[in-house]
T-cell receptor, first 112, second 113 residues
Framework: QKEVEQDPGPLSVPEGAIVSLNCTYSNSAFQYFMWYRQYSRKGPELLMYTYSSGNKEDGRFTAQVDKSSKYISLFIRDSQPSDSATYLC????????????FGKGTSLLVTP | DADVTQTPRNRITKTGKRIMLECSQTKGHDRMYWYRQDPGLGLRLIYYSFDVKDINKGEISDGYSVSRQAQAKFSLSLESAIPNQTALYFC????????????FGDGTRLSIL
């Protein structure tokens, strides 16, 4: 079983919708949680970075971590066509040398 | 200009050839990483380096080698390329202070025939 699981989608929503993206993980030692956005033919771009459980908000994006359930989420409010991309969750723990464990990514399409 | 620059952006080569992918950064970060990305498998770590004298194997290092020529430069080599090394390769960097997230280049698309 891979340590980080993420539904690959694709997920298609109309413009303006609230998008919910999720990852589950099996290793309770993970402490640092990130969301990256990747456009076609580009590298992953850091969106959100959190440490420990709780919520973090940045503009239209909210990252949520539930360590008791080993579950993280990214919410996108008022979604725009420019949000169409692949979203990757990633996580790490200090003993790993800060190497990141990635989910496989969820493909999101926001239609006008 | 990009903070993390990878060259070449695209490369097509033949089985058995030696290939070098290069990464340079202007972010001043000590830590550098090489990942490969395959459809359905996500991003997997090949090698990482915490400073010029420190090189560590990642999850899938077999068939690859690296060289950290300077703080700002980290190259990945395929000594004898094989078709299943066809993938997208990404370089990333991070600061050495208490955990800092990684920042990625735009990748090299490598095809081995």
């Amino acid at each position: 079983q891979k340590e980080v699981e993420q539904d690959p989608g694709p997920l298609s929503v109309p413009e303006g919708a609230i998008v919910s993206l999720n990852c589950t993980y099996s290793n309770s030692a993970f402490q640092y949680f990130m969301w990256y956005r990747q456009y076609s033919r580009k590298g992953p771009e850091l969106l959100m970075y959190t440490y420990s459980s709780g919520n973090k908000e940045d503009g239209r994006f909210t990252a949520q971590v539930d360590k008791s359930s080993k579950y993280i989420s990214l919410f996108i409010r008022d979604s725009q066509p420019s949000d169409s991309a692949t979203y990757l969750c990633a996580m790490s723990y200090s003993n790993s040398g800060y190497a990141l464990n990635f989910g496989k990514g969820t493909s999101l399409l926001v239609t006008p | 200009d990009a903070d993390v620059t990878q060259t070449p952006r695209n490369r097509i080569t033949k089985t058995g050839k030696r290939i070098m992918l290069e990464c340079s950064q202007t972010k001043g970060h000590d830590r550098m990483y090489w990942y490969r990305q395959d459809p359905g498998l996500g991003l997997r770590l090949i090698y990482y380096s915490f400073d010029v004298k420190d090189i560590n194997k990642g999850e899938i290092s077999d068939g690859y080698s690296v060289s950290r020529q300077a703080q700002a430069k980290f190259s990945l080599s395929l000594e004898s390329a094989i078709p299943n090394q066809t993938a997208l390769y990404f370089c990333a960097t991070s600061d050495s202070r208490a955990y800092q997230p990684q920042h990625f280049g735009d990748g090299t698309r490598l095809s081995i025939l």
